[in-house]
Structures are given as C-alpha cells and as structure tokens.
C-alpha cells in the first residue's frame, strides 16, 4: 500500500536522450510536487501541480516538461538529457497546506 | 528570495550525547517542518511548528519555533545509533511552496 511511488527506481541513460519518471499517488491529495535532490543533498523543488493545474515553475530548463493527467499522477519528462540532470528526483503530494509525504525518489545517472 | 540556512552540516557523535541542529532564515515562515531522512528514501515529516515560541516533542527530539517565526531548533537527547540519517528543516510560506535547508548529516557511533 504505497501511499506515493515512483517509476523507475533507478535510471541511467546517455547524454542526449529523452526519459520519462512516473509518479502516482493513491492519498487522494490535490496537490503534487517534483523536487531534485542533488549530490550534496539540497532538496530544491522544481514543479508543484495542484488540482491538474501547473501553480509552481521554478527556473528549471524547459527540457523538463511535467504532465499531470489526472490528480492521482504527475509525470515528469526530460529531453536532451545533461550529465548536470544526474540527480534524485523526488515526487511528492499533499493536500492543500497539509502534510507532506514523498515517494521513494528515481536515481538518474546521465553518461 | 527565501533561504533557510542549517547548521552544522555534518555531525558525528557518540550514543548517549546530545545535539542541536539549527535552521535560520531572514524570512518569516507561516511554519516550519523538520524532515528526517534515510537512505534510498524520500525525507519523512517528524513535526510542523506553527506558533512563534512554540515548542514540541517527539520522544527524544525536541522542535522548537523561534518567536518571530524565522528560526528553529531541533534538540536530540541522548542520541541513538537509530537516529543516524539526515535531517532537513523546511519553511512553508505562502501558497504550495516549501522551501528546504541544506540538511544536516547525523552520525551517531555506537
């Protein structure tokens, strides 16, 4: 009964390529995030979806494109992949100011 | 732009000692929430902080708000090796953004 998962755990990839990191949350939460944590640990957030609707964009590089179809998911997609992407990227959802619970995170090593 | 700054950034003690990590920012937080985090894992939320001044615990650790709601403290007595891992504090403000400190990288040696 995992309240947020993600797919893949761990992804690894040449530079240039175009990968996609699923997260689906079964919590019943409107709201859903995507942050990057890099190798030092800082956990910056990169996208936040509230009912669908795309409310935070930080200064994330328009390769990363994310797509919620529904409130229950939240996809994150990377074109032309960067050795600077290699990263743990970490999904998460909430309720509107309420709690917040993350996913397991997705490893992704750009070669 | 909001920053919140933890310190130390690293911390490797004995079991039984005490510690205390802080997490300072020049902005003004609706709350503050301290996150624990292992390896392999997503951070998992250990307590929220509303009121200036306020103070709670959980156990062992204790949380505590600065009064102009800027500030916060996280107090670990007696520390376990079970409390090794890295702790975050994060700043929620308005809207849906929360924004998260450096960390701070607990060792606790048996």
């Known amino acids: 009964d995992t309240a947020v998962s993600q797919t893949p755990k761990y992804l690894v990839t040449q530079m240039g390529n175009d990968k996609s990191i699923k997260c689906e949350q079964n919590l019943g939460h409107d709201t859903m995030y995507w942050y990057k944590q890099d190798s030092k640990k800082f956990l910056k957030i990169m996208f936040s979806?509230?009912?669908?609707?795309?409310?935070i964009n930080e200064t994330v590089p328009n390769r990363f494109s994310p797509k919620s179809p529904d409130k229950a998911h939240l996809n994150l997609h990377i074109n032309s992949l960067e050795l600077g992407d290699s990263a743990v990227y970490f999904c998460?959802?909430?309720?509107?100011?309420?709690?917040?619970?993350f996913g397991p995170g997705t490893r992704l090593t750009v070669t | 732009t909001q920053l919140l700054e933890q310190s130390p950034q690293f911390l490797s003690i004995q079991e039984g000692e005490n510690l205390t990590v802080y997490c300072n920012s020049s902005?003004?937080?609706?709350?503050l929430q301290w996150y624990r985090q292992e390896p392999g894992e997503g951070p998992v939320l250990l307590v929220t902080v509303v009121t200036g001044g306020e103070v709670k615990k959980l156990k062992r650790l204790t949380f505590q708000f600065g009064d102009a709601r800027k500030d916060s403290s996280l107090h670990i007595t007696a520390a376990q090796p079970g409390d090794t891992g890295l702790y975050l504090c994060?700043?929620?403000?308005?809207?849906?953004?929360?924004?998260f400190g450096a960390g701070t990288r607990l060792f606790v040696k048996a």
């Open positions: 998460a959802s909430r309720h509107t100011y309420g709690e917040q619970y």
């Open positions: 994060a700043g929620v403000g308005g809207g849906f953004k929360t924004i």
């Open positions: 979806y509230n009912n669908k609707e795309l409310i």
């Open positions: 902005s003004v937080f609706s709350s």
